[in-house]
């Protein structure tokens, strides 16, 4: 159900770019990939910069231009264990802070992203990504809370996240983490 509505909203996205730029979504796509740019915030600030698109529309055709949303990727599955591949132990990390996470309410969406997998309720409120081969990322949107220990401000990690817990081993998947998710899955309500 909940995915029917991303669909559904991606597709009213497409067709209003193009009524609001005159082109497709596939016109768009070209200029993105002959713009010579590979990362995705350098292709979404040209798109804004030098065609005046708004930040929706930008990350809509990066995303499609990458290939790096769900929905062009093919199954989510894959994209998951293409994030894992030789980081196996992490997968485990992923899925306990899943699991935790889930029991949160019926309502969190999990959109995996090429290299990290997007956890939403009515809007995104963490991402799981392994960073490094011996690293999970868990960035948190969680606002009015001042980093203090494992809880860091995000810095230059994900500019959608307020706040950073970074999972090394077992132990830093704490019952303080799933607080801080369980706050920042409120918020985002």
């Known amino acids: 159900m909940a995915e029917d509505k991303i669909q559904q909203a991606t597709e009213n996205m ?4 193009e009524e609001k730029t005159g082109k497709t979504l596939n016109e768009w796509i070209k200029i993105a990939n002959s713009a010579g740019l590979k990362k995705h915030g350098e292709l979404v600030a040209m798109l804004k910069s030098k065609h005046g698109l708004t930040h929706g529309y930008a990350n809509l055709v990066v995303h499609k231009a990458l290939q790096s949303d769900a929905g062009s990727a093919g199954d989510d599955g894959d994209l998951v264990n293409a994030q894992y591949k030789g980081k196996e ?6 899925e306990k802070i899943i699991g935790g996470i889930n029991a949160f309410g019926g309502d969190v969406e999990l959109s995996p992203k090429k290299a990290y997998v997007s956890v939403r ?4 409120f963490a991402i799981i990504q392994p960073t490094t081969k011996t690293r ?3 960035g948190i949107n969680l606002k009015g809370t001042t980093p203090a220990g494992k809880l ?3 810095g230059s990690f994900n500019a959608m996240c307020t706040h950073r817990v970074r999972i090394e081993n077992q132990k830093d998947i704490s019952k303080e983490l799933f607080e801080w998710l369980k706050q920042a899955y409120e918020q985002a309500g």
Do not use: G, T, W
């Open 152 to 154: 860091e401000a995000s």
């Open 89 to 94: 132990e992490l997968h485990k990390f992923y």
């Open 136 to 138: 999970l990322d868990v």
């Open 14 to 17: 497409i067709k209003n770019l």
């Open 121 to 124: 309720r009515k809007k995104q």
